[in-house]
């Protein structure tokens, strides 16, 4: 294994100055030193890498090849140390965006830990999806945490957390309901272009529900307007209804504020992702961000 990374540098150096001679006044050691770098990174690989003309220098096959690693052998070793920098210095507040639900009913609860995980200062952006996306391709976030990605090229996502829609509402629910309680029901639902409702609408289209049907009392444009406007809503013997996430509900289920329940076969879910640059997926900061927010097993459901 190749440990001393000086070598590697050396190389470089002498692709760059195209001279023995002017690469050891750039690093300031000898040239016969230059030379015998070389020499032992040729061994270490057992090839030839440089052809030494009258004129400077000539790279061989091999060490044409050998200088794309070392080019990005090269990148990853800066962005490292940048990053250790950071890590010790906490000279760079680390910038989380979310999504709403996210941002607002499952982060809070382990912002602090993420803190105190990576040693260093942690910022959260809330805002939908779309925005936090060209937050996160402008760099004014390092890590975005969505729900229903719009895929674009340069972005990694990964699945993070499988969250689960539940209907919802402030009159108590039986365990299970049938199709024919949902047609009953009164409804407030998202607007049209929401997501949330797109989902409902693709999987009750399924099951051969027509959410046209629906006795729709209110329209309202956020998750979390819909958890207010049921919270203030009459308990009455047709109950008024919504689709929300569990993550959005818990505290005031758990309060017995409000109740859910299910249909049965039916089970509402979509996809929460981490994502980020490509070109940082090497970044060390964000990777510790990472593994915390993936092994972190107690997130209330």
Partial sequence: ???????????????????????????????????????????????????????????????????????????????????MLRLVNKEVIFVLGASPVIGNYILPDFLNDIQEAIKNNVMLKVEDALDITEKLIDRKVDLALIEAPIFQEGIIYREWLEDELVITSRSPLPKLVKKEDLLSYNWICREEESNTRKIIHETFEKMDIDCKSFKVKSIVTSS??????????????????????????????????????????????????????????????????????????????
Avoid at 10 to 18: A, Y
Avoid at 246 to 265: R, W, Y
Avoid at 276 to 296: E, F, G, Q, T
């Fill in 1 to 83: 294994m190749l440990k001393d990374f000086s070598k590697v540098e050396t190389f470089l150096t002498v692709v760059r100055e195209k001279s023995f001679s002017k690469a050891s006044k750039k690093l300031g050691i000898s040239q016969p030193a230059v030379t015998q770098q070389i020499k032992l990174l040729e061994e270490y690989l057992d090839i030839q890498i440089v052809d030494r003309k009258k004129n400077g220098i000539k790279l061989t096959t091999a060490g044409e090849e050998l200088y794309k690693v070392a080019l990005k052998l090269e990148k990853h070793l800066l962005a490292a140390e940048r990053e």
């Fill in 224 to 301: 979390t307007a819909v958890k207010h406007t049921l919270m203030k809503a009459n308990i009455e013997e047709t109950p008024t209804v919504s689709i929300l996430s569990k993550h959005i509900v818990a505290d005031e289920v758990e309060q017995g504020l409000l109740f859910t329940t299910k249909m049965k076969g039916l089970k509402l879910t979509r996809m929460l992702y981490l994502c980020y640059i490509k070109d940082r997926k090497h970044d060390a900061l964000i990777d510790s961000v990472i593994n915390y927010i993936m092994n972190k097993h107690d997130i209330k459901a």
